[in-house]
Each structure stands twice: as structure tokens, then as C-alpha cells.
């Protein structure tokens, strides 16, 4: 069953891997007159690349996007618009190591129970390479969301026991975020972050950490109330990028300790900066949607990312043949996954409000 | 657009009000040939059903579902099938606080924001009620799933403070689960949680828990690798569940702390319980997927689940209008939603499932 | 693979058989606020209603439906609406003789080839019972398209060699099409086709024919130019309903024979009633579509509906054992399927187009 | 709302316009182990190129493919393909007429209606070079059929009044339709036609035509029985194709003349070459499918094609602000669009038995 499109209305379809050609997406959806340029795509794209600080992984890839389909004379025309983004950093390798043992927290023993057999160089279509796709198209989607006023801004949360203290996270701009390369708006706990991510990477670890992602200026009604809630689609967007293990929103799981006096947040008239009827609520446990449908208050949300599986140390593991082994990766990779987590967290975030919001143009009243 | 359908090849479609006729469910995708009654519905709908116990809602429905197409001299005969569950309890009552004021953490006030109005009469379509359609929906699946040796159960893990010592989640029978009226395996912290729960409704108030869902017997090999991942389809599936607020695999947000080397599972030789390529993993923290697919460990997952929003005390709120106001509730409502979550959890964990195991079937190496 | 949803936007979900208990409709998409009750879905029923005539068959089935859910306080709400259509005319028969022997021109062998069994009583899901499901949901769609100027309007073109003289099909009204038991608007023929059928019936013979479908007041627009081209979905929902073989749009096969500078149609300035730009074609062949998407003028289609393959005569057949036998049926069948065919054209050509109306909603300039 | 997606399991979306950088499809579905290179994919895409003989436009294409992802070491992986063609001739020219003006028988006036603009450069989305993507992934479609002895032959079999002698379709060779530059297996007839085609050329005119389309080794049990028949599914298939105003199967709009004694196919013991039950009809009016699920006998359907819109002489017409004008056009057409069109409806074909093979894989009996 075909698991590589996403979306209803704003749709994208996605195919590539680390060591082909390249990635390609098609997003099908959205409306004619939408001003577009390869330009438009290349800061997030940016923002997600690889080597583009000291405490990412030093891969090489430039992440060039081409536009194959969709925009004529700079804008949108209503049909499905294609982006390739070609893989530069193709060289072959030694992959011997890869190919017939599993490396823990990968895909790899998963795939090949799969498949039978897979691509194994470098992950193939499990690796995360293939969330350049998203974050093209997602850059469409803010785009789209920018026309009624939406933004979406993602940060670093919690790196190990580090947490920013982040008292309005609604208040959160992009600059403050791309302040500094671990995206944590929060100065003092930033700069504590990124030593211990270096430290990490000295030692050949790494670590987990939790993202915090916003979107603003939502208007109440959308998300629908049974299984395609706003919360639910974004619980899927946000499980479907690699290495999330949890999603929480507003209070998330500190519910579980509290009493309904104590949790629910209580609706107040509005100041005049909301939709009529002119009605928020005075705090923000739901998290911006309730019954699964904005409520016109901040959406927050909350991923927790595990470490990096991929570690240039020997780890215990067995062969395809079921033999006891060790590995330890020689790739490049992150000792930290959270920082270039952000604009993929954002990219899924806004895929999802652009398909609540044409969602929502179709369903209003007759 | 249409947000009342679930799945891809197992795949349901409901409709329904807590105060309507009913509610209805059309199961589709289900092979041809699986022994199906009206009484393998009835069980998990029993465990769903209000008034079951002292410490859930006292309001009264038999809940008797009629298996209205699909099933021919006892067997599901391939073709789409429908289950129709008669509201009892839909007796006149005074609604004119809830039609003008807006019940705080619940969907009133979206509703009318989404909708234009909205069926006012105990919440209509944003009920839990229709999650009488996903149980009865969900006894299919688990029936389905269990001709392949799955099996899921649910458990209340934490209710308020209260954390259940659950060592082995894969070990926990249904029988554990429902040797008492709170659903928690763990005897001593389950007469606690019924205390608890009993004297927060004798204070008008709620409280807030964590239920863990299992599944064995999945081999690996299920899910998809991109968007469709188990982990994704999974996710969304239980925040399309009301009061759900956060979700979680394996270790879940204790990722954010550990360093690679701490939480990557071991690949090990299996012991000839599992599938070949004989291989398991020494521990399970990344709660029995890989990449997105099913790792043939145990499926292991949690939700946090808010307190009751509806009180029986006076709660601040505004009007339609945006006048304040106070509103109490008077229906007779769950001081924790916890026992009666856990066989909707499992329902939904049961579909998901039973669409995976499907879709994998068709990819099938040629 | 779920085959029983129809539609994107205006999505329905069907279930039920011949001889079961009922046949369910779920329909989703339908915007807030469009006045629906049981009235609206009475007259197209009884259109489809057997034992409506002399010239169809004399089963008894009242066709009482029922609104389930999706409907309050006179109006849809936005969210899933569910008609039950109970089957009134279920008694026990004597179905020995279609159990074991494959009925010609029926689903009897192919269904048990696909599921390896079937419900044998009278043709289970493979029954043109399961169109009440669709004229019920038609209805609707008739109704939400009201509300923006769509009319349509089916008839009996042809039945045998007997052809309507229907000049201008756009100004064909409700009125000429029930002004006969046939549903033929050229009175003259209309008379014929009525003897025709009854000494058919009279013979233990059956007869095919051609509906003609039109729907007028479509704006330019509608429709996708790839694979969701209004021909397309219009196409698949013509050949979705029992016994249709052939479909054809305007101009239809006899383009086949005509030169470009023959076919084309000629843009001309409108006359006002279309709407800007203010064009129109001087002639149709087109049948109100142009690249998929509807072109202003009216929407013309013709359905080739096969003779009743249910006769009350012996014909050769085999048995499921590969024996040679014969079959004659005992049921009450129609002679002639075309004056019952109207209003399930209908309904299927109003999902369609209702359902590209909500696709357009979405679609608008940003 | 997205339409650029075809098939439910087998599943391709497509982009790319006549006078962008090129067409890309990726095809999702597509089972792990197949064999397949851009070599699989160069014979139908030769066989739809423009400029491929004398009767047909003298465009200048090399349509190269390039595969982009999906494929590892000549075998598919189970993930999805993309596969990019690129547009050679993409010229700037002077296109200002079309800009301006409606071509008959075009979607430019409905691309204005529906966008408020659009790619005037030949048709852009709406040309028919997207189908370059349709027949590429048709190519992988007939691969993976033929893993099961699936073929599908098309060919001409009329143009204008000249109608091929093909008494048994499901003889047909992909030699003999490839014999002649027409694609009419006979080879009388095919030389009458090419003859046609040439004066209709010289008159600035173009002819319609009928195409002929057989598939056959389809084991009995494909297709779902309510909507998702393979009668339907195949329709809307055809449909979606550019030019095509027909669709029938079988005897097709001959059924309205006939009585049921003389239309049912009766059922007859098998020769030991069709599947168990071993059975089939004696005649195939019912052109392989009852109920819309596969009999087993050879599916046969037919195109209707309307005449090349764009001629070479002036037409009259309106332009965008609705001032009456004449337009000619100017770039190289198709004096038929028949022989090109064989490919493009085996595409089509192919892809639709593709995806309910998988679908019938997975809904196999328990």
C-alpha cells in the first residue's frame, strides 16, 4: 500500500534516497496565484542542511532545488508543482559494513524483514535525507499560510537535562530561534547546549532532546471532530519525521496529574485581536485545539527526539545471518539530532495547517 | 472535507450523535471468510459502556449492537460491513445552559466557530459516544489480527500520582486487566486509583491518567517508511481519541536524557520465537518499530489523558455572546476517563494494526 | 481494498445487501447548514422503487428511510450524516437453484471466484438493492447543488430500436421525464417503449436502452485537469451502476467519423446568462466539458444500459461444479431496466458534480 | 483538491507541463523484486513520441528517462519511483495568439474560468504531453503484470469510416499492431487509413477514430463489486485521457438493442485453461467482467476519439475579453490522434489492473 503521499487537500508525494539521484516531491493542492520561486525554498532548505554548523553532521550536500512543474511567470498555477533537489555527496563508499549487519536504532533489520532485501547504502528511503522533500514543499505550505496571517516557529526545547526556559513560546520569533546553530531562543541555556553536544561528539555519543514547535494567528474552526482532529494530523506528521519517540501538546503529560479545576482553561472575552465571536480562553493547557479544532489560541507542541543511533564507537549487533558482530558507523553524522530537527518540525506543522485551511474553505456553510 | 473515515485497507467510516438515533459504523476491507457475530462485538462494548461500575458515569445505554450487512451465514463475506448501536439514553432534557455558554475543554465553543451552530445536546458529534462505532469496529480488527497470532491489551498505568508497577507490559493478560473495576494489572496501586477516583467525584471534581497499550505477536515487517509509518498511523489514531493529549513508544520523552549509547537496542540472536531472520533485540526501548516498522518486539505505547473537562461545580465561561457567566454540569459524567479509555485504546491500536497487516500483504515480494 | 466510498469532498460509504437486514448510507462533506429531512429523500426513492408500474418489477419494497445522524434541528451539521434503508421484502426463499448454478449475465460466478463465497439470495451485495443506498445520497447532492443553480435531469433516450426525439436536451424538465411510467419526454415514443416492455414481459424476455443525463447550470470550472477530469469521475460513476456498458459524452462515438473543422465547437460571446468571461459555443458536441473541466454549456451523457439478464425462461448454465444444467429465474424482474436506471443516473451524476463543487471551494485564487 | 494522483495500490502522481522543464511521475505501489530499468520504460514512450512517422506531429522529443528513485540494483525496493522526462523542445516562441485567444475544442477557456489564468504556452498542464509520465509508468505496470501472465494489446480500429476486421481481439499480437505506422492490425484497412491521415494533413484538417483495447490472462476475481467495479475504474482510466468522448466494453452501445435471450453470455465448462472453478462463457458480450469483477474471458473495451482540435486553418473564435477573432494555429498537431493514442490507453489499462491485482492480494480469504 502506497505510504509516500501525505495530506488531503494540500498533498505531497515523495520518493528518494540517500545514495540515488536525488529526491523529488510533487505537491499537489495548492490554489493558483501563490507567488513561488526556488527562492522561497532555499532558507529552510538551508536551515536543514547538512555542514552547516560545527555541531551538525560535516556531510556535504548542497541542496539545490529545481522546480520542475506548477509555477508559470512566478506564480502558482493550480496544478501539481514538482521539485527536485539533486544528492551531490553520491561518492561511493565502502558500505561492506552496512550491508550485511544491522546497526541499532535503524531501519535496517527492519527493512530487509520488509522487503527482503534493501538499498543499503546509507539507509536508503529510511534515511533522513528524505525530509529535504518536506521541508521544499513545507516551505510552500508557510507560504500559503502566510496569506491569512499563520506562522509557524520552531525551537529547541530540552537538550539531555538542559531546558530553555521559554515562558511565552508564542512570543518565539525566527530570529531569536536561528540566533544561534542549536536554535534554542533561550542565550544562557543555548550556549550550554552546544557544549555539550561538542562534548558528545568528542566522546563518540550522542544525545536526545525535545523540540518545541508554534503556530500563531489560526483562526478557530479548524480540524475536523472525529479521526482527522487538527491534533491527530499533526500527531502523524509529527510521528511520521525519523526519530520521534513522543508528541505532547499544551500540558501534554502533565494532565495526567491534574484535576479537571485545575486543567481546564477558562474562556474569557476576547480583546478584540480574535475572530468573532470575540472569545479566548485566559491560559493555554489544550494547546490551541479542542474537540481536535482550533480554538483561535496559540497550537504548541512538543516532540521528544531520541539520540542518534549511528555512533562511531563499536556497538554489539548481529550479521544478516543472524551472527553476533560489532559495528561502528564511519559516516558523518549528527551528535544531535534537535537542531536540524526544527525546520523539519515546521515543514510538517505547516503541510498539516494548509490542509486544515483549504479543508475548511470547502466545508463552510451553504 | 471528510474526516469521519479511518485507514487505508482496514478502514472504517462512522457518523453518530450522543443524542441522535445512534451511531453507525461501516467496516471495510475486511477479508472474506472471518466467523463473525453480533457477540464477538458485545465484549469489548460492555467494557466501553457507561454505567459498567461505581466509579464511571452512571448514565444508562444497553449499547446492543446489530450487524446490519456483511456478515452471511456467520462469516464476513469480503464486502463492506455495517453495525448499527441505538441511542437509549436520549431523553428530553434541559440544554439551555449548554446552547449559550460554552463548556470549558470542551468542543462547543470550535464547533460554533467551525460550523456556524452546532448540536448542542451533550456535545453532539464531538460526544464520546461515537466511540461506540470505533469498539465495535475495533473487535473486527482484533479478531482479524488474531488469525495471525496478535494480540493488544490496555492497561491503566497512572491515574493522578498514582503509577501501576507494570515490569513486563508484554506479559499482562486481559484477565489481569479486568480483575478489578479500574483496569490497572497492578493490584495495589488499583485499589488506590479507585479510592482516588471516588473521592475526586465526591469533590466535583476529575482527574487526569496514563493508559499503556500492547501489542504482541506483530511480526516484523509492518508499516511503511516515509508518512505511513506504524508509528505515525499509531499516533494518529489515539490523538483522534478525545482527551488525549500526549503519546508516546518505548521509552518514549525519556529519550530527551539518554545518550546514543544508553538507548539504542541491541539486535541479538532471536531464540526461535521470532520470525526469520531469527534476530531480536536485547531490550525494547524503542517500543517495537524501527524506521517506522514493526521490529517484531512488542508494540508498546502511552497516552496521556486529560481530566474530565465537564464539572459539577460552578466553572467561570462566557456566553455565545461573550458575556461571563458561570456553568455547571449537570449529566452524570466520568470522574476519569482512564477505565473506559482503555477498550477505545485498544481499538484503535486493533485497526491500525489490521490495516498494516493488510497493506503488507499486497506488497508481497513479486 | 475498501471499494465501497465514493467521492473526495462529497464522500459516500455504502453497505448492505438484497436480503439482509438494510442498506446504509454514510455521506460526509456535506457543508453546515443545508435544510435536509426525510422529505427530500422520498420522491427520488420512490423513482427507483420497485413495483412502482406496470413495466418494472412487482417486488414489494416500501424504501422508508431513515436519518441516522448528521441532521439537527432541521439542517445537516456539517458532520457525517447516515440513512438506513431497511429492507422490508426479506422473506425466506427457495434459493437451492441460485446457491449451486451460476445465474448468466450476473456477479454469481465472478463472486465466487473473488471471495470464494457468496450470499446466494438474490445476488447480495452484488444487488442493483444496494442503489437505494446511492438515490438516497443523491438526493442530497441534488439539494446542495440547488443552492447553486445545478439542475439535472435523466431520461430514457432509447429502449430497442425505439429512439426519443429529444432536440434540445438542456430544456427537458422533471415534469416531461414523470409525465409517463417509461420516463421517456417524447410522448410519441414514450407509448411505444411502454408496449414494447410489457410484450416483452409477456415473451419472458428483457430489453436494453440508452439514458440520456443532463445537468444544466454548472459554471465553468469544475473539474480536474489530469485524472480527476469531470469526464473521468462522471465516467466512473456511470459505469459503477449495474448493467451500464457504454458511456459517451456530447457528440459521443460519432466523433469517431468527423473532421476537426466539423467537431470543434465555435467560442461566442455570451448572451449574458453565462458568466464572465461572458462566452459561450454556438454548438455542444462537447457535452459541456473541455479538458476535463466544465465549460459553462450543459452537461450531456448517455448511458448504454444492457437487457435484464434475470429471465423467467431456461437458459443453459453450469453449476459450481462444472456441470451442465439449466436456469430459469423465479424472481420479479424488470423487463426492461431503463425507467428505473433515471433516477440512479441521476444521483450518481449529482455526487460527481457536487463533489467537484466542493473541490472548487478549495481550490479559489489565493 | 488534488487530482494529479491515479490507483489506490498501484498509485502514480504526475506533474509537469508541455513547456516546462519536463513531466515527473512517481509511482507508488509497486511490490520490492522487480525487475526494472529506464530500458523497461524506452518502447512505449518511442511508440507515444511525437515525430515517431509520417502521420503524426513532427514535434521534436527525445522523451529520455531518467529514474530517479525506487530502483536498487536493477531491482524495485518496495518504495516509490520517480522517474523524470525531460522537455527537449521547449523553444520560446511566439505564443502571443494563444495567450489572448481560445482555441476550440482546448481547455484555455476553462483554464481561465477555473484559475483565473494559466500556462498559455501549448496547453501547459493540459497538453497532452503529461501522458509521457502516464506511459512510463504504464510501462512498469505491464512489467509487473506480466509477472502473472497478464498482456494488453491495443490498436485502431477505426479512423473516421474506415473500420479494421479484428474478429478475434484477443488474438492480437503487439507485432501485428506495430506492423503498420497506424496501429491497425489490419493491414488492408491500416493502409486506407495512413492514406486518410496524409489527405486530411494536406486539407489542414484532422479525422476522429476508435481505439481498441484487450487484456487478457486476467485470472476471474479482480474488482470490487459497488463502486470501485473494474468496468468503472477502467472508465474513468479511459477517460482521464485527453480527446476520449466514449467509453464501451464488449458489445457496448449495441446492448440497447438487444433482448436479454440474445445478450447473456451463457456459462459453459472451461477447457482446463482458465482457473478453478473451471469455467467460462461461450461468447464475451459481457467483455470480460461481471459485476464489474473480472470473468476470467478477455477484457475488451473501446475508445471513441474525438478529431484533432488544433488546425492548421482559421477557426473562428472569441479572445479573453470576448471580442469575436479567428485563430490558426501554428505549431505542429496530429492530423489523427489515434496511433499515438494506443500506448497512452495500454498505459491506462495496464495501471488499473496493476493496482486491483494488489488490492485482490490483500484481500485474500483468511
Not at 233 to 238: P, T, V, Y
Not at 267 to 294: A, D, Y
Amino acid at each position: 500500500m502506497p505510504g509516500n503521499t501525505f495530506g488531503q487537500m494540500f498533498r505531497i508525494t515523495t520518493a528518494g534516497e540517500s545514495h540515488g539521484p536525488g529526491n523529488v516531491v510533487i505537491v499537489d493542492g495548492v490554489p493558483p496565484g501563490l507567488p513561488l520561486s526556488v527562492d522561497d525554498l532555499k532558507p529552510d532548505l538551508a536551515r536543514r542542511r547538512p555542514g552547516q554548523s560545527k555541531i551538525v553532521t560535516q556531510r556535504n550536500e548542497a541542496d539545490e532545488p529545481e522546480i520542475l512543474a506548477g509555477v508559470f511567470e512566478g506564480k502558482t498555477t493550480g496544478t501539481s508543482i514538482a521539485i527536485l533537489i539533486r544528492n551531490a555527496d553520491q561518492r561511493s563508499r565502502d558500505y561492506a559494513d552496512i550491508k550485511d549487519k544491522y546497526r541499532p536504532g535503524h531501519a535496517d533489520y527492519t527493512f530487509d524483514a520488509k522487503y527482503g532485501f534493501r538499498d543499503y547504502r546509507g539507509g536508503g528511503r529510511s534515511s533522513a535525507r528524505e525530509t529535504t522533500a518536506r521541508v521544499a514543499a513545507g516551505a510552500i505550505a508557510k507560504k500559503l499560510l502566510g496569506t491569512v496571517g499563520v506562522k509557524i516557529v520552531g525551537y529547541v526545547k530540552q537538550v539531555g537535562e538542559l531546558v530553555a526556559d521559554v515562558p511565552e513560546p508564542a512570543a518565539i520569533t525566527l530570529e531569536q530561534v536561528e540566533s544561534n546553530i542549536v536554535r534554542c531562543p533561550d542565550a544562557n541555556v543555548a550556549e550550554r547546549m552546544i557544549e555539550l553536544i561538542e562534548r558528545l561528539r568528542s566522546e563518540r555519543d550522542s544525545i536526545g532532546g525535545v523540540a518545541e514547535l508554534v503556530a500563531t494567528g489560526v483562526p478557530a474552526g479548524w480540524g475536523e471532530p472525529v479521526f482527522d482532529k487538527l491534533k491527530a494530523d499533526l500527531g502523524k506528521a509529527m510521528f511520521s519525521l525519523p526519530a520521534v519517540l513522543g508528541v505532547e501538546y499544551g500540558a501534554g503529560f502533565d494532565v495526567a496529574t491534574l484535576r479537571g479545576s485545575e486543567n481546564n482553561d477558562i474562556f474569557v472575552p476576547g480583546n478584540g485581536e480574535v475572530q468573532s465571536p470575540n472569545i479566548k480562553t485566559k491560559t493555554n493547557r489544550h494547546g490551541g485545539m479542542l474537540g481536535g479544532i482550533s480554538s483561535g489560541m496559540p497550537i504548541v507542541l512538543r516532540c521528544a527526539i531520541k539520540p542518534t543511533s549511528s555512533l562511531p564507537q563499536d556497538q554489539p549487533t548481529v550479521t544478516r545471518q543472524g551472527e553476533v558482530t560489532t559495528i561502528a558507523t564511519k559516516g558523518r553524522h549528527d551528535p544531535c539530532l534537535l537542531p536540524r530537527f526544527v525546520p523539519m518540525g515546521e515543514a510538517m506543522v505547516a503541510m498539516v495547517l494548509a490542509d486544515h485551511m483549504l479543508r475548511q474553505r470547502a466545508m463552510l456553510p451553504v
